[in-house]
């Protein structure tokens, strides 16, 4: 093992990964941890389809992360019963969701992560440490000199020290460790000046988090769960701001607010190829089970399999009762255990109370996937966190930058540090402090060097959803591409500063250092500005 990496990556989700291929490919010695016992954060143990833009096919996220979409693709038509229809079609979509034109089962992403990976283990170059969680952080004035990760599951405690310090942890942990300035929770209307920000800054008003599951349906069999024990809770659950039970198929649309009914068909009879996966056009949730499907069984040889798989993350399942973050440990355990308790709930419900298109109540046949999530009661392994402390950068992304209604449709802040680009909308699930969804539409937007660059702190850099956004453009910056193009510049930037012997905030400040290092991202296949399209 690596006692004194050039670089050390805590966190092991999209970014960390992303962070750790870029560092090790320039030729950096990496120390990658992880708090679970998989890397891919959002992806995997969390679970959750990525969210893309619809043109990713084509363009809008960078060569490494196409990579890793065509890793996935590539390991269906390996070793996956494809009809030949299906494993021909460059833009496989295995589990024929809406939500994404790549959805795909937890293990087969960790699968293309680990590939991806793996050359650098055996090249000695990257030590990847699983189970391990950040614990204590040694600063010396401005500049992080170690950090101690707890071993979660062989007990002790090891202590890293690394030129560079990257915080890819799923909450931001390390800045507050380390004592880096940080945002938390909800800016006021006055700091920004945002149309949609509240009045009052508000540190404990999150989004909520949502422990996703996995389910097959398999009529006529009785997979019923245990009753759970917060059952009686959630099924009388009625938010101020909910148009009825939380446990119920009738939920505001995130982009109107009005009442609209869910549908839930299990194993639809449509045809997979059919299924088109772009939210600009339709935001494709009305159909709760085809929404997040990650295998369709009808993309493979009859016979294959007696069931779809799909994943629950809904309306029904996100919890915003207390925040995860900012209040404490207790409240966080507490936040954990009642967020499991809710999705095991909604479970029970689907099973036994849910309404049936044939008159009928409750869906006995739906099987939890403990096989598929890794986990003894299927739920994943850790909850889906949308909202992380995000540093006090040199550059903070407003509503300013991104909002249809302020920039109209092709507008958006053309940034002179870009460094990447994203696009998706200002999606925001509803909150601790009691707000309702906010979801409006944003433009295809840059990710400024500037964002990446702590005001004070020298070798620690932000490499997932901790960067200088708001909690309003966090919305739209927490996505899958756009986690692993922040990890991939994070880690680039690393090695860069290494190589050159200068600090980030020169590369950023600086306009021939920055242009060396845009140049150096291009041609690693970083995607730095938009070709004109339209926000929505």
Known sequence: MI???DILVVGGGLGGVAAALAACRAGRTVVLTEETDWIGGQLTSQAVPPDEHPWVEQFGVTASYRALRAAIRGYYRDWYPLRAEAAALPALNPGAGRVSKLCAEPRV??????????????????????EHRPVAAETDGDTVRSVTLEDLRGGGRRTFTASYVLDATETGELLELAGVEYALG?????????PHAPEQADPLNQQGITFCF????HEGEDHTIERPADYDFW??????FWPGPLLGFLAPDPRSLEAVARTFVPNPD????????????????????????????????DGAFDSDITLVNWPLNDYWLKPLIGAGEQTAAEAVREARELSLSVLYWLQTEAPRPDGGTGFPGLRPRPDVMGTEDGLAKAPYVRESRRI????????HDVAIDLVGPTGGTRHRDSVGVGSYRIDLHPSTGGDNYIDIGSVPFEIPLGALIPRRTRNLLPAAKNIGTTHITNGCYRLHPVEWNIG?????LAAHCLDEGVEPYEVQAEEKRFDTFAALLERAGVERHWPRVRGY
């Open 109 to 130: 992403a960790l699968a293309a992560l680990e590939a991806l990976l793996a050359p650098h283990r055996s090249a000695g170059r990257l030590t990847l440490l699983t």
């Open 214 to 217: 996995a389910l097959s349906h």
């Open 235 to 240: 099924r009388a659950y009625t938010p101020d």
């Open 3 to 5: 006692s004194q990496p």
């Open 488 to 492: 991939e510049v994070a880690g680039a």
């Open 270 to 301: 449509i045809d997979p190829l059919a299924v088109s996966a772009d939210q600009s056009a339709d935001a494709g949730d009305k159909e709760l089970f085809g929404f997040r499907r990650i295998l369709a069984r009808k993309l493979h040889r």
């Open 392 to 399: 006090k950068a040199v550059t903070t992304v407003t509503e």
């Open 186 to 194: 909800a800016e006021s209307r006055a700091e920004f000046g945002e």
